[in-house]
Protein backbone atom coordinates (compact mmCIF):
# COMPACT_ATOMS: atom_id res chain seq x y z
CA UNK A 1 0.00 0.00 0.00
CA UNK A 2 0.99 3.53 -0.01
CA UNK A 3 -0.36 6.77 1.51
CA UNK A 4 0.46 10.18 -0.35
CA UNK A 5 -2.09 13.07 1.93
CA UNK A 6 -4.79 11.56 3.94
CA UNK A 7 -5.80 9.09 1.47
CA UNK A 8 -4.56 5.86 1.41
CA UNK A 9 -4.63 3.53 -1.80
CA UNK A 10 -3.58 -0.18 -2.59
CA UNK A 11 -1.07 0.52 -5.37
CA UNK A 12 -3.47 -1.95 -7.51
CA UNK A 13 -6.76 -0.92 -5.59
CA UNK A 14 -9.80 -2.42 -6.78
CA UNK A 15 -12.05 0.13 -7.98
CA UNK A 16 -14.82 -0.92 -5.38
CA UNK A 17 -12.33 0.07 -2.79
CA UNK A 18 -10.58 2.70 -4.20
CA UNK A 19 -14.50 4.39 -4.38
CA UNK A 20 -15.10 3.50 -0.41
CA UNK A 21 -12.04 5.20 0.62
CA UNK A 22 -12.60 8.68 -1.61
CA UNK A 23 -16.32 8.95 -0.56
CA UNK A 24 -15.20 8.77 2.97
CA UNK A 25 -12.30 11.28 2.11
CA UNK A 26 -14.90 13.51 0.65
CA UNK A 27 -17.72 12.93 3.12
CA UNK A 28 -16.24 15.83 5.71
CA UNK A 29 -16.05 18.36 2.53
CA UNK A 30 -18.76 17.91 -0.16
CA UNK A 31 -22.59 17.29 0.21
CA UNK A 32 -22.36 14.19 -2.54
CA UNK A 33 -18.79 12.39 -1.83
CA UNK A 34 -20.14 8.80 -3.85
CA UNK A 35 -20.99 10.77 -6.73
CA UNK A 36 -18.36 13.25 -6.29
CA UNK A 37 -15.97 9.70 -5.99
CA UNK A 38 -17.77 8.20 -9.14
CA UNK A 39 -17.46 11.07 -11.31
CA UNK A 40 -13.51 11.88 -10.26
CA UNK A 41 -12.45 8.19 -10.84
CA UNK A 42 -14.01 8.31 -14.25
CA UNK A 43 -12.24 10.74 -15.32
CA UNK A 44 -8.97 9.77 -13.91
CA UNK A 45 -9.87 6.24 -15.96
CA UNK A 46 -11.08 8.17 -18.46
CA UNK A 47 -14.55 5.67 -18.87
CA UNK A 48 -18.25 6.49 -18.27
CA UNK A 49 -19.18 6.77 -14.76
CA UNK A 50 -21.72 3.23 -15.38
CA UNK A 51 -18.18 1.56 -16.52
CA UNK A 52 -17.44 1.91 -12.71
CA UNK A 53 -20.70 -0.11 -11.14
CA UNK A 54 -20.35 -2.76 -14.16
CA UNK A 55 -16.55 -3.44 -12.93
CA UNK A 56 -16.02 -2.89 -9.35
CA UNK A 57 -13.42 -5.75 -9.47
CA UNK A 58 -11.13 -4.07 -11.83
CA UNK A 59 -8.19 -2.31 -10.34
CA UNK A 60 -6.23 0.82 -10.39
CA UNK A 61 -2.85 0.72 -12.26
CA UNK A 62 -0.27 3.31 -10.35
CA UNK A 63 -0.64 6.27 -13.11
CA UNK A 64 -4.60 6.44 -12.77
CA UNK A 65 -4.57 6.37 -8.82
CA UNK A 66 -2.07 9.13 -8.86
CA UNK A 67 -4.59 10.51 -10.98
CA UNK A 68 -7.99 10.02 -9.04
CA UNK A 69 -5.61 10.76 -5.37
CA UNK A 70 -4.92 14.01 -6.56
CA UNK A 71 -8.62 15.00 -8.13
CA UNK A 72 -9.60 13.55 -5.07
CA UNK A 73 -7.78 15.78 -2.41
CA UNK A 74 -8.06 18.95 -4.95
CA UNK A 75 -12.21 18.12 -4.75
CA UNK A 76 -11.60 17.57 -0.24
CA UNK A 77 -9.62 21.01 -0.40
CA UNK A 78 -13.06 22.76 -1.60
CA UNK A 79 -12.02 22.86 -5.57
CA UNK A 80 -15.44 22.93 -7.26
CA UNK A 81 -15.88 19.64 -8.67
CA UNK A 82 -16.23 21.11 -12.19
CA UNK A 83 -13.30 23.12 -12.04
CA UNK A 84 -11.27 19.74 -11.58
CA UNK A 85 -13.34 17.76 -13.91
CA UNK A 86 -13.22 20.98 -16.89
CA UNK A 87 -16.70 20.73 -17.71
CA UNK A 88 -20.48 21.25 -16.79
CA UNK A 89 -23.85 19.81 -17.33
CA UNK A 90 -26.32 23.02 -17.92
CA UNK A 91 -29.63 22.64 -20.02
CA UNK A 92 -28.18 19.54 -21.84
CA UNK A 93 -24.89 20.96 -22.89
CA UNK A 94 -21.19 20.11 -21.79
CA UNK A 95 -19.98 23.06 -20.98
CA UNK A 96 -15.79 23.59 -20.40
CA UNK A 97 -15.18 25.70 -17.30
CA UNK A 98 -12.70 27.25 -15.73
CA UNK A 99 -11.63 29.29 -12.67
CA UNK A 100 -12.29 32.67 -14.82
CA UNK A 101 -15.90 31.25 -14.90
CA UNK A 102 -18.74 30.95 -12.80
CA UNK A 103 -19.80 27.44 -12.71
CA UNK A 104 -23.57 27.12 -14.23
CA UNK A 105 -26.08 26.34 -11.75
CA UNK A 106 -28.94 24.33 -12.00
CA UNK A 107 -31.43 27.34 -10.74
CA UNK A 108 -30.25 29.49 -14.18
CA UNK A 109 -31.98 27.20 -16.30
CA UNK A 110 -35.36 28.83 -15.39
CA UNK A 111 -33.83 32.04 -16.96
CA UNK A 112 -33.17 30.32 -19.95
CA UNK A 113 -36.88 28.41 -19.87
CA UNK A 114 -38.45 32.16 -19.27
CA UNK A 115 -36.37 33.65 -22.01
CA UNK A 116 -37.27 30.70 -24.56
CA UNK A 117 -41.45 30.90 -23.20
CA UNK A 118 -41.13 34.48 -25.16
CA UNK A 119 -39.36 33.21 -28.27
CA UNK A 120 -40.87 31.67 -31.03
CA UNK A 121 -39.48 28.18 -31.94
CA UNK A 122 -39.18 30.26 -35.77
CA UNK A 123 -38.57 33.44 -34.47
CA UNK A 124 -35.45 35.50 -35.72
CA UNK A 125 -34.71 37.85 -32.89
CA UNK A 126 -32.05 39.56 -31.28
CA UNK A 127 -31.02 38.33 -28.02
CA UNK A 128 -28.36 40.05 -25.55
CA UNK A 129 -26.80 38.03 -22.64
CA UNK A 130 -24.95 40.47 -20.24
CA UNK A 131 -22.39 38.67 -18.14
CA UNK A 132 -22.11 35.68 -20.11
CA UNK A 133 -19.03 34.18 -18.18
CA UNK A 134 -18.69 30.53 -19.79
CA UNK A 135 -21.61 31.10 -22.05
CA UNK A 136 -23.94 28.95 -20.70
CA UNK A 137 -27.06 31.04 -21.43
CA UNK A 138 -26.28 31.81 -24.39
CA UNK A 139 -25.41 28.81 -25.90
CA UNK A 140 -28.59 27.41 -24.28
CA UNK A 141 -30.55 29.77 -26.16
CA UNK A 142 -28.78 29.92 -29.31
CA UNK A 143 -28.53 25.91 -29.74
CA UNK A 144 -32.62 26.10 -28.65
CA UNK A 145 -34.00 29.27 -30.97
CA UNK A 146 -30.75 28.75 -33.97
CA UNK A 147 -32.66 31.32 -35.85
CA UNK A 148 -32.07 34.08 -33.63
CA UNK A 149 -29.05 35.92 -33.33
CA UNK A 150 -27.38 36.12 -29.90
CA UNK A 151 -24.90 39.08 -28.51
CA UNK A 152 -22.88 38.02 -25.31
CA UNK A 153 -20.99 40.23 -23.68
CA UNK A 154 -18.25 40.26 -20.34
CA UNK A 155 -15.28 42.02 -19.14
CA UNK A 156 -13.03 39.16 -18.52
CA UNK A 157 -11.31 38.25 -21.53
CA UNK A 158 -10.40 35.03 -20.08
CA UNK A 159 -14.11 34.12 -19.89
CA UNK A 160 -14.99 34.74 -23.12
CA UNK A 161 -12.12 32.62 -24.34
CA UNK A 162 -14.05 29.80 -22.47
CA UNK A 163 -17.38 30.78 -24.25
CA UNK A 164 -16.17 31.00 -27.46
CA UNK A 165 -14.28 27.60 -26.76
CA UNK A 166 -17.88 25.91 -25.92
CA UNK A 167 -19.31 27.90 -29.08
CA UNK A 168 -16.68 26.12 -31.25
CA UNK A 169 -17.14 22.66 -29.51
CA UNK A 170 -20.62 22.70 -29.89
CA UNK A 171 -20.71 23.65 -33.34
CA UNK A 172 -23.07 26.86 -32.22
CA UNK A 173 -22.47 29.37 -34.65
CA UNK A 174 -25.25 32.30 -33.53
CA UNK A 175 -23.61 33.52 -31.22
CA UNK A 176 -21.50 36.26 -31.11
CA UNK A 177 -18.90 37.53 -28.50
CA UNK A 178 -18.02 41.12 -27.28
CA UNK A 179 -15.66 42.35 -24.56
CA UNK A 180 -16.78 45.13 -21.95
CA UNK A 181 -18.18 46.19 -18.99
CA UNK A 182 -22.33 45.61 -19.25
CA UNK A 183 -23.73 46.89 -22.60
CA UNK A 184 -20.48 49.08 -23.48
CA UNK A 185 -19.73 46.87 -26.68
CA UNK A 186 -23.54 47.61 -27.99
CA UNK A 187 -24.24 51.08 -27.40
CA UNK A 188 -26.18 51.92 -30.69
CA UNK A 189 -27.37 48.49 -31.40
CA UNK A 190 -31.47 46.82 -30.23
CA UNK A 191 -32.27 43.97 -28.78
CA UNK A 192 -35.34 41.96 -28.24
CA UNK A 193 -34.96 40.24 -25.32
CA UNK A 194 -31.79 41.12 -22.68
CA UNK A 195 -31.23 38.25 -20.33
CA UNK A 196 -28.59 38.55 -17.13
CA UNK A 197 -27.38 36.72 -14.42
CA UNK A 198 -25.26 39.49 -13.06
CA UNK A 199 -23.36 38.88 -9.57
CA UNK A 200 -25.94 39.17 -6.61
CA UNK A 201 -24.37 38.37 -3.34
CA UNK A 202 -23.49 41.00 -0.64
CA UNK A 203 -20.03 41.73 -0.50
CA UNK A 204 -19.96 40.84 3.31
CA UNK A 205 -21.82 38.14 3.10
CA UNK A 206 -20.43 34.40 4.79
CA UNK A 207 -21.59 32.46 1.46
CA UNK A 208 -18.78 33.92 -0.42
CA UNK A 209 -16.31 31.69 1.73
CA UNK A 210 -17.45 28.81 0.48
CA UNK A 211 -17.26 29.79 -3.07
CA UNK A 212 -13.93 31.38 -2.56
CA UNK A 213 -12.59 29.35 -5.86
CA UNK A 214 -14.76 30.95 -8.21
CA UNK A 215 -14.35 34.49 -9.72
CA UNK A 216 -15.33 36.96 -6.99
CA UNK A 217 -16.39 39.98 -9.44
CA UNK A 218 -18.60 37.62 -11.03
CA UNK A 219 -20.48 36.52 -7.49
CA UNK A 220 -20.25 40.03 -4.86
CA UNK A 221 -21.79 43.38 -6.22
CA UNK A 222 -21.68 45.79 -3.48
CA UNK A 223 -22.46 45.77 0.30
CA UNK A 224 -26.71 44.38 -0.18
CA UNK A 225 -25.21 42.84 -3.77
CA UNK A 226 -27.42 44.89 -5.73
CA UNK A 227 -24.80 46.99 -7.75
CA UNK A 228 -24.57 45.37 -10.81
CA UNK A 229 -28.75 45.03 -10.81
CA UNK A 230 -28.75 48.56 -9.76
CA UNK A 231 -26.40 49.13 -13.43
CA UNK A 232 -28.64 47.15 -15.57
CA UNK A 233 -31.78 48.49 -14.65
CA UNK A 234 -30.37 51.93 -15.40
CA UNK A 235 -28.80 51.11 -18.61
CA UNK A 236 -30.89 48.28 -20.42
CA UNK A 237 -33.43 50.34 -21.88
CA UNK A 238 -30.90 52.19 -24.29
CA UNK A 239 -30.77 48.93 -26.13
CA UNK A 240 -34.50 47.69 -25.95
CA UNK A 241 -36.64 47.63 -28.44
CA UNK A 242 -39.97 49.18 -27.83
CA UNK A 243 -41.60 46.17 -27.25
CA UNK A 244 -38.61 43.97 -25.65
CA UNK A 245 -37.90 42.35 -22.05
CA UNK A 246 -35.28 42.20 -19.41
CA UNK A 247 -35.36 39.13 -17.65
CA UNK A 248 -32.81 39.23 -14.32
CA UNK A 249 -31.45 36.62 -12.06
CA UNK A 250 -31.22 37.25 -8.37
CA UNK A 251 -31.25 36.23 -4.94
CA UNK A 252 -34.31 34.66 -3.49
CA UNK A 253 -34.60 37.39 -0.86
CA UNK A 254 -33.89 39.92 -3.68
CA UNK A 255 -37.41 39.99 -5.05
CA UNK A 256 -38.75 43.11 -3.29
CA UNK A 257 -35.46 44.96 -3.47
CA UNK A 258 -35.18 44.09 -7.78
CA UNK A 259 -38.68 45.10 -7.96
CA UNK A 260 -38.04 48.19 -7.13
CA UNK A 261 -34.61 48.98 -8.34
CA UNK A 262 -36.68 48.32 -11.52
CA UNK A 263 -39.71 50.54 -11.22
CA UNK A 264 -37.84 53.59 -10.07
CA UNK A 265 -35.84 53.26 -13.37
CA UNK A 266 -39.18 53.07 -15.51
CA UNK A 267 -39.79 49.73 -15.72
CA UNK A 268 -43.17 48.21 -15.86
CA UNK A 269 -44.97 44.60 -16.33
CA UNK A 270 -42.37 43.57 -13.48
CA UNK A 271 -42.73 39.58 -12.51
CA UNK A 272 -40.97 37.34 -10.59
CA UNK A 273 -40.93 33.70 -10.79
CA UNK A 274 -39.82 31.11 -8.86
CA UNK A 275 -37.77 27.66 -9.36
CA UNK A 276 -38.23 24.27 -8.89
CA UNK A 277 -37.83 24.97 -5.03
CA UNK A 278 -39.99 27.84 -4.75
CA UNK A 279 -37.72 30.14 -4.46
CA UNK A 280 -38.34 33.85 -6.10
CA UNK A 281 -35.13 33.80 -8.96
CA UNK A 282 -35.71 35.22 -12.03
CA UNK A 283 -37.42 38.99 -11.90
CA UNK A 284 -38.72 39.75 -15.81
CA UNK A 285 -39.83 43.43 -17.22
CA UNK A 286 -40.76 45.68 -19.85
CA UNK A 287 -39.41 49.51 -20.48
CA UNK A 288 -41.95 52.03 -21.26
CA UNK A 289 -45.88 52.05 -20.79
CA UNK A 290 -47.04 48.93 -18.84
CA UNK A 291 -49.08 46.29 -21.67
CA UNK A 292 -52.73 46.29 -21.28
Known sequence: MVREGDL????????????????????????????????LLARAIDVPRA????????????????RFEDAVERRAAGMPLAYITGVREFWSLSLMVTPDTL?????????????????GRRADLRILDLGTGSGAIALALARERPLCHV???????A??????????????????FLAGDWIEPVHGRSFDLIVANPPYVAEGDPALDALRREPRAALAAGPDGLDAIRRIAAE????????????????????????????A?????????????GLPRVTGARHGPALS
Open 8 to 39: TLNEYEPIRDALARATDRLSRSSDSPRLDAEL
Open 51 to 66: YLMAHPEDTLDPDARS
Open 103 to 119: VPRPETELLVEQALARI
Open 151 to 157: VATDRSE
Open 159 to 176: ALAVARQNARQLDVDNVE
Open 236 to 263: AAAVLAGDGCLLLEHGADQERAVAEILA
Open 265 to 277: AGWTDIHCYRDLA
